[in-house]
C-alpha cells in the first residue's frame, strides 16, 4: 500500500458519478417502453367514437320524439339498446324528459348512461 | 524482465472502454424505441378516418335535407355505398391509397325483435380473413318507407321508423 498513488481519487469518485448517472438513464428508459404501452391500451381501448355516435344517436331520437307516438319510440328506443349490446356489447341507456324553458329556449333534459364493461360514461344534458 | 506496476492501469483502461461502449449503446438505442404501443398508431388514424367519412357522409347536404348515408341504406346499394365511402377515405391529396378495402354490414332489429347483422355491399375479392381490420360504426335513422327495394332484409320492418347500425370494416390489402 505505501506505494500507492492516492492522487488520483477524484477520478474514481467522478467514474462513481458517471455510473450513478447511467444507472437512472437505464431506469428512464425502460420506463418509456412501459408508458408507451399504457397510453396505447388507454387510447385503443376508450370508446371515444362509440360514444360520439351514440350521442348523436340519442339527439336524433329527441329532435323525432314528438313526431310518434309512444309504441314507435320505444322501437327506436330497444333498436339502440339492443343493436348496442348485440354490435358493441355496451350497455346503454337513455330517457328524455319534458322541456323546460332554459334561458328562453324550450330544451329536454336527456340523460344518457353508457357501459362497455371498461369506460363508463354518463350525462345530463339539454337538447 | 517483467514488471507487473501497471496492472491497475490496465485494469482500469479495460474498465472504462467498457464503460464508454455500454453509454454509447444506451445513447444510440434511446433515439428509437419501438414500443409495442406504436403498432397501433396506423389503426386508430384508420378507424378515426373511417369514423370521419361516416359522420360525413351521415350529414345532410340541406336543412331537414336526407343525407347520402340515409339514402343507400334506403334504396340498398351497399356496393355504392361502398364506392363512396372509399372514394371518400382516399379523397387527399398525395397517395391515391389504392390498397384501402371496405366492407359494408348493416345490423338491424328484425320484425320479431333480434338483432341480425347482414353484408350488404359484395364481398371484396382479395379478403381473406386474416386482415388487420378496423371497425367504424354508425346509427342511421330511417323514417320508414313501406316501398324498400328488394335488395333489403326481408325481415326488416319496413314501414316503421327505425334506427339501425352501419358498420363498416376498414382495412389495407
Known amino acids: ?127 | 524482465m517483467v514488471n507487473d506496476a501497471g496492472q491497475l492501469y490496465t485494469m482500469e483502461g479495460i474498465a472504462a472502454g467498457l464503460i464508454m461502449l455500454l453509454a454509447a449503446y444506451i445513447v444510440v438505442s434511446t433515439t428509437s424505441i419501438y414500443t409495442t404501443g406504436d403498432t397501433h398508431i396506423p389503426d386508430m388514424q384508420l378507424e378515426q378516418l373511417g369514423s370521419d367519412v361516416l359522420a360525413m357522409m351521415d350529414t345532410p347536404d340541406s336543412v331537414d335535407g336526407e343525407s347520402q348515408l340515409v339514402k343507400f341504406i334506403e334504396t340498398g346499394e351497399g356496393n355504392d355505398l361502398r364506392e363512396a365511402f372509399l372514394a371518400n377515405c382516399t379523397m387527399r391529396s398525395g397517395d391515391p391509397d389504392n390498397s384501402l378495402r371496405a366492407q359494408v354490414y348493416l345490423s338491424y332489429r328484425r320484425t320479431g325483435g333480434n338483432v341480425n347483422t347482414t353484408p350488404i355491399s359484395r364481398e371484396d375479392e382479395s379478403y381473406t380473413g386474416r386482415e388487420n381490420a378496423v371497425r367504424v360504426t354508425r346509427w342511421v335513422q330511417l323514417t320508414g318507407n313501406p316501398s324498400l327495394p328488394p335488395d333489403m332484409p326481408d325481415d326488416m320492418q319496413r314501414s316503421d321508423p327505425q334506427t339501425v347500425l352501419v358498420e363498416v370494416l376498414l382495412w389495407r390489402a
Do not use: C
Not at chain 1, 333498436?79 to 346503454?92: Q, T
Open chain 1, 1 to 127: 500500500m505505501a506505494r500507492l498513488n492516492e492522487e488520483g481519487q477524484w477520478i474514481v469518485l467522478m467514474g462513481l458519478l458517471v455510473a450513478v448517472a447511467l444507472f437512472f438513464l437505464a431506469v428512464i428508459v425502460n420506463q418509456s417502453a412501459l408508458v408507451g404501452q399504457t397510453t396505447a391500451e388507454g387510447v385503443l381501448e376508450f370508446p371515444k367514437n362509440d360514444i360520439r355516435d351514440l350521442r348523436e344517436a340519442v339527439f336524433d331520437y329527441v329532435d323525432v320524439y314528438e313526431m310518434y307516438g309512444e309504441p314507435t319510440r320505444k322501437q327506436l328506443r330497444n333498436d339502440i339498446i339492443e343493436i348496442s349490446l348485440e354490435r358493441k356489447n355496451a350497455v346503454v341507456s337513455f330517457s328524455v324528459d319534458d322541456p323546460q324553458d332554459i334561458l328562453g329556449h324550450e330544451m329536454r333534459p336527456v340523460t344518457i348512461h353508457y357501459n362497455n364493461g371498461v369506460t363508463v360514461y354518463d350525462e345530463t344534458t339539454y337538447h
